[in-house]
């Protein structure tokens, strides 16, 4: 158990800490309890057709994992993490409370509709359309706010603590952090689903408010005792630099740099001369003219102009990940299907006794329990057996891990391309094809072997990109590593959104319904599974090839064996003074 004196310091510490966790915790709570059941939402209460609430939950998924790289962004540059994590509590806030009225307010939405938007009459106006999307964005908004800086702002409280004993109380706080995040969306995809299917909409949406206060409150009545950094200049403005100076220097030759001192390197960094590979960029850390070039300090006198061997070296590092980083797009589509599976489970009888029956909304908590599941298996049991049966420490290797996930996402999208025929084929047996939110007598528990090869893709996957990004970006580069994947997700999202307007704009034929019709019994959703699962498993070709262009990586291609743990120790860790490794 970790303790600390409450009052050792004025400012920060422990205490400081259970607030940042409880806002955060609170948030994901409320925002997660809106998105999940949200498509039936929409669906019933406004109309639309199961594509169309689909691609607005699509654009709202790409809005929420967008949005806190333009909150790093900001907070880093211009506003500081305090000020940003309170306008996001506050955006959040609002965009609850308006979303909470649609559901009082009875001209807010389309009374007519009690069921799918089959059997509706009428559409969404457009202000009413608007004021939905108002509440979408306020909502996606405040979560970049928040989520863009809670953990770096947690540590911020401790920065300036560099002994043995503190060093283990941030790594506390990181767990922490992540187990209360994950156990917030577990409950909002359990608790809140289900007051949202017993109690109604008003109750439903009401109990997110709630949270959503409390979560305000708690970040905002420890204001008193934050330690509050100042901004600094981000690694966005870097970036820019070096593609600017690039430019600018454009018609500059680089066959005749032979000399070190041609080049501006950081004082006392190892990295004196730019490596060959994207040649193009070397031209920014060129110094055409020293007196005029470099201060008397040695810095450039315009950075715009001239920047540091080090600068650029982190851009081609970038930009050497980003097809390794795109093959997790198409993985990720496959976790972006929510929408689609929770109306497929709410045609399925999901009772586990004659009067206990799980909401529809619930069944992707299966997906975080199978993943936790995968994760907690392969370090603990797995791989030490593993070990043992070889005599030697064994571990899967970063691009063997990455790769098993992309082939086992696809597989798993074959698997429930299967399910949805088996159910679709049950449902017309039945008789009931016609009514769209009847339900069969198929057990939604059949579901589950999808949700448990989708969780150990998102194991092997998910965790291998995280770990692959972390070492091969170098150590100045950790919050870039840490907002790849977010990006990533955030592009699934927009991918899947066109993917499902292609599908069904185009794949459809004259008098029949669209695959992803909003009468799941009469599309052929088992058709569009199919699709992904032809997507991923090319996705995972040009990730074979994509993984030989890239060459071997610091993680090693064929696992940590023995004593030789290649890739987790980085080359320039002895130099690398100047980085700051306490960047979140």
């Given amino acids: 158990?970790?303790?600390?004196?409450?009052?050792?310091?004025?400012?920060?510490?422990?205490?400081?800490?259970?607030?940042?966790?409880?806002?955060?915790?609170?948030?994901?709570?409320?925002?997660?309890?809106?998105?999940?059941?949200?498509?039936?939402?929409?669906?019933?209460?406004?109309?639309?057709?199961?594509?169309?609430?689909?691609?607005?939950?699509?654009?709202?998924?790409?809005?929420?994992?967008?949005?806190?790289?333009?909150?790093?962004?900001?907070?880093?540059?211009?506003?500081?993490?305090?000020?940003?994590?309170?306008?996001?509590?506050?955006?959040?806030?609002?965009?609850?409370?308006?979303?909470?009225?649609?559901?009082?307010?009875?001209?807010?939405?389309?009374?007519?509709?009690?069921?799918?938007?089959?059997?509706?009459?009428?559409?969404?106006?457009?202000?009413?359309?608007?004021?939905?999307?108002?509440?979408?964005?306020?909502?996606?908004?405040?979560?970049?706010?928040?989520?863009?800086?809670?953990?770096?702002?947690?540590?911020?409280?401790?920065?300036?603590?560099?002994?043995?004993?503190?060093?283990?109380?941030?790594?506390?706080?990181?767990?922490?952090?992540?187990?209360?995040?994950?156990?917030?969306?577990?409950?909002?995809?359990?608790?809140?689903?289900?007051?949202?299917?017993?109690?109604?909409?008003?109750?439903?949406?009401?109990?997110?408010?709630?949270?959503?206060?409390?979560?305000?409150?708690?970040?905002?009545?420890?204001?008193?005792?934050?330690?509050?950094?100042?901004?600094?200049?981000?690694?966005?403005?870097?970036?820019?630099?070096?593609?600017?100076?690039?430019?600018?220097?454009?018609?500059?030759?680089?066959?005749?740099?032979?000399?070190?001192?041609?080049?501006?390197?950081?004082?006392?960094?190892?990295?004196?001369?730019?490596?060959?590979?994207?040649?193009?960029?070397?031209?920014?850390?060129?110094?055409?003219?020293?007196?005029?070039?470099?201060?008397?300090?040695?810095?450039?006198?315009?950075?715009?102009?001239?920047?540091?061997?080090?600068?650029?070296?982190?851009?081609?590092?970038?930009?050497?990940?980003?097809?390794?980083?795109?093959?997790g797009v198409l993985v990720s589509v496959n976790v972006c299907q929510n929408s689609f599976l929770l109306l497929q489970a709410s045609t399925m009888n999901r009772h586990i006794t004659s009067k206990f029956e799980i909401p529809a909304g619930s069944f992707y908590a299966f997906l975080l329990l199978s993943a936790t599941m995968w994760i907690a298996l392969y370090d603990r049991v797995i791989i030490p057996l593993a070990s043992k049966v070889r005599g030697k420490p064994t571990r899967l290797g970063l691009k063997q891990k990455i790769g098993i996930g992309i082939l086992v996402s696809a597989a798993s999208m074959a698997v429930l391309a299967i399910i949805e025929r088996v159910r679709r084929e049950t449902a017309i047996r039945e008789g009931i094809s016609d009514i769209p939110d009847a339900v069969t007598h198929m057990s939604a528990m059949w579901l589950l072997p999808f949700y448990f090869l989708l969780g150990f893709s998102e194991a092997m996957n998910g965790v291998g990109l995280n770990e692959f990004f972390y070492t091969e970006l170098p150590k100045s580069m950790s919050s870039v590593a840490s907002n790849l994947f977010s990006i990533g997700l955030s592009a699934a999202s927009l991918v899947a959104s066109f993917i499902v307007s292609n599908v069904r704009g185009f794949i459809s034929e004259a008098n029949q319904e669209s695959w992803v019709s909003s009468n799941i019994n009469k599309g052929h959703y088992d058709y569009y599974y199919w699709l992904l699962y032809s997507l991923g498993f090319a996705n995972f070709i040009y990730y074979l090839a994509c993984s030989k262009a890239y060459g071997p990586c610091k993680g090693g291609q064929r696992g940590i064996t023995g004593d030789a743990r290649e890739g987790l120790i980085d080359d320039d860790d002895d130099d690398d003074d100047d980085y700051d490794d306490d960047v979140v």
Avoid at 125 to 141: E, H, R, W
Avoid at 255 to 260: F, G, K, N, Q
Wanted: charged share 15%; aromatic share 12%; proline share 5%.
């Fill in 1 to 327: 158990m970790i303790t600390e004196p409450l009052l050792s310091s004025p400012k920060g510490g422990i205490r400081a800490l259970f607030f940042i966790i409880a806002n955060e915790a609170l948030e994901r709570l409320a925002s997660f309890g809106l998105s999940t059941n949200m498509i039936l939402y929409l669906t019933r209460e406004y109309g639309m057709d199961a594509a169309s609430g689909a691609q607005i939950l699509f654009l709202y998924s790409a809005a929420g994992n967008f949005m806190p790289i333009i909150g790093a962004f900001l907070a880093d540059t211009y506003v500081g993490r305090y000020p940003m994590i309170g306008f996001g509590c506050i955006a959040s806030l609002l965009g609850m409370v308006l979303l909470w009225l649609t559901t009082i307010i009875p001209g807010a939405r389309v009374p007519s509709c009690a069921q799918f938007s089959s059997n509706c009459t009428n559409d969404a106006t457009t202000p009413q359309l608007l004021f939905l999307y108002l509440c979408l964005g306020l909502m996606s908004i405040g979560a970049g706010g928040i989520r863009s800086c809670s953990l770096a702002f947690g540590a911020d409280q401790l920065s300036k603590r560099d002994s043995l004993k503190h060093a283990g109380i941030l790594e506390s706080f990181f767990s922490w952090y992540y187990v209360t995040s994950s156990a917030s969306v577990f409950i909002s995809m359990t608790c809140i689903v289900y007051i949202q299917d017993t109690m109604g909409w008003k109750v439903g949406f009401g109990v997110p408010v709630v949270l959503m206060i409390l979560s305000t409150l708690s970040f905002f009545l420890a204001s008193p005792i934050y330690v509050k950094p100042k901004v600094k200049a981000s690694w966005l403005i870097g970036f820019a630099r070096v593609l600017v100076a690039s430019y600018r220097k454009r018609r500059i030759e680089l066959s005749w740099l032979d000399t070190d001192e041609l080049y501006h390197h950081r004082k006392g960094s190892a990295l004196v001369v730019p490596s060959e590979r994207i040649r193009f960029l070397n031209k920014a850390c060129v110094i055409k003219n020293p007196e005029e070039d470099l201060m008397p300090d040695g810095r450039a006198s315009d950075p715009w102009t001239l920047c540091t061997v080090d600068q650029v070296e982190e851009l081609k590092a970038l930009i050497k990940v980003i097809p390794i980083w795109s093959t």
